[in-house]
């Protein structure tokens, strides 16, 4: 009996021994926030000290280069298209008693993390097919302005908060609160469905939407009926971000077909493009729907999320573009927002302008990860930056105190003042920055921030920001007017936090 029970144990385990020979089918599973199961295969051949094979996880196969087994540690690296660029990656591995714990990289400011994967034959991996040719697309035309934006767009979007699990009852619950609570008012008037609202096409090929969204144009008129506007998401590639049917090789249909449902911004997200068009060719592959939006008819605003890659400035308006990505994807913590706002935006603003913005991503303000005091920051920040101000919360419940960061009205009006121009840091002392941008009124907006971990008194002074004499100084999250000062303004600044006035 013992002896049986550790023969059918012995069967059903593959053995792995030192410096054994690796060669088979190796799975790990892993679970996504979202509570999906996400399987990642390495299909390996050893040959001595030689590895090779490939990896398959949901974005599709990818060859193994630069293998090497050394006793129980492995190495090899995976070349990939991310955003726009193809990044070399390098993976190590250990073997372990069961199994092969894998190191995945981390990217920007995300950690890397272990997967552990399991042998499940021994088979050696199948040849993978040759790679099909990317296209190349012929240098991209300019696309005629569209005359939208002419102040950052504003507005909510699904993704931040609800991820796939935004719905035709979600959006209209949002609708409905953003006239009740004071959204609609303070100028948020987009109402965007991100990413997960796509179904099949039909024969066709008329994209529709899944069974979330059970009619598109009756959910059009029920939030325009609101006094709002809806937005929507594609990729132009043949998938989106979240694995479902993007726009590629369908550009204009879609782009009537939005305009017939009543979309008034799209969202165009690079994700699985990279797999069909060279990296060279985005910015054609842009102007392509930048064309298809206009020829369709409909003012549409058009949003380009491809994480600023090529360069995006030099083209993004070029190709019909309202509002560009610069970076990856924000999270809802202080370091992401840090890095995102204060980091990455610099030298961008000369490309920033009425109808053509740069987007430091959505807003987190109110998904709980950072304190009022951060999304005050937040908020003082991307609208110094004059950037699109997308509340990326669950409107249907805010508490009191968010409500009033994301409605406050002289904050707001710094970020859509009509001159349109980004502001910029005019001075630094180590975690003490002060950053200002000129306004319409001959005035001055001024954030005075404090990144440090204790309160600090932080000066704002008046030669840099290009003023000489003496200015009056109005406190806009205090809504006070301070009074006059020459030469300078100075004010305490808890850790994290910001003043922000007005400088006239
Ligand atoms: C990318 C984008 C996000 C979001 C998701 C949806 O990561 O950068 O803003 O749209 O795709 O899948």
Known sequence: MKYLRAAIIAALLIPIASGADLTGRWVAATRTPDGQTRETVFALKADGDRLSGYMSSPQGDTAISEGRVNGDDISFVIVREMGGEERKIQYTAKITADGLLVKMPGFGDRPGRDLFAKRVSTD??????????????????????????????????????????????????????????????????????????????????????????????????????????????????????????????????????????????????????????????????????????????????????????????????????????????????????????????????????????????????????????EYRTHMSLWSVLAAPLLAGNDLRDVPPGILEILIDKEVIAVDQDKLGKQGVRVSKNGDLEVWARPLADGGHAVCMFNRGGASAKVTARWSDIGLTGSHKVRDLWAHADRGKFSDEYAAEVPSHGVVMVRVH
Not at 167 to 191: F, H, L, P, T, W
Not at 218 to 231: F, M, Q, T
Request: aromatic share 10%.
């Open 124 to 373: 050696p991996p199948k040849p993978l097919p040759p790679p099909v040719p990317k296209i190349a697309l012929p240098p991209m035309q300019d696309v005629k302005s569209n005359g939208l934006a002419k102040t950052p767009p504003m507005g909510w979007n699904s993704w931040n908060k609800f991820r796939n699990k935004v719905s035709d009852q979600v959006v209209r619950e949002i609708a409905d609160a953003m006239v009740k609570n004071g959204m609609k008012a303070a100028g948020y008037i987009y109402v965007n469905i991100d990413d997960t609202w796509e179904g099949s096409r039909d024969p066709q090929g008329a994209i529709r939407s899944n069974e979330k969204f059970p009619n598109m144009k009756a959910l059009a008129d029920y939030v325009h009926g609101k006094g709002l506007k809806l937005g929507i998401y594609s990729s132009p590639g043949p998938k989106t971000c979240a694995q479902f049917e993007g726009s590629f090789q369908h550009e204009e249909q879609d782009a009537k077909t939005f305009a017939a449902w009543g979309i008034d911004y799209l969202k165009y997200d690079w994700c699985s493009a990279g797999r069909v068009y060279q990296s060279s060719s985005m910015p054609a592959a842009y102007a392509k729907m930048g064309q298809a939006l206009l020829a369709a008819g409909r003012p549409i605003v058009y949003s380009l999320c491809q994480y600023g890659a090529q360069n995006v400035g030099e083209w993004g308006a070029r190709s019909g573009g309202n509002l560009w990505r610069t970076t990856g994807d924000i999270r809802d913590t202080w370091a992401s927002m840090s890095d995102l706002g204060f980091e990455k935006q610099i030298g961008r603003e000369k490309y920033a302008g009425p109808g053509h913005w740069n987007d430091p991503d959505m807003l987190e303000i109110g998904n709980g990860g950072m304190s009022e005091i």
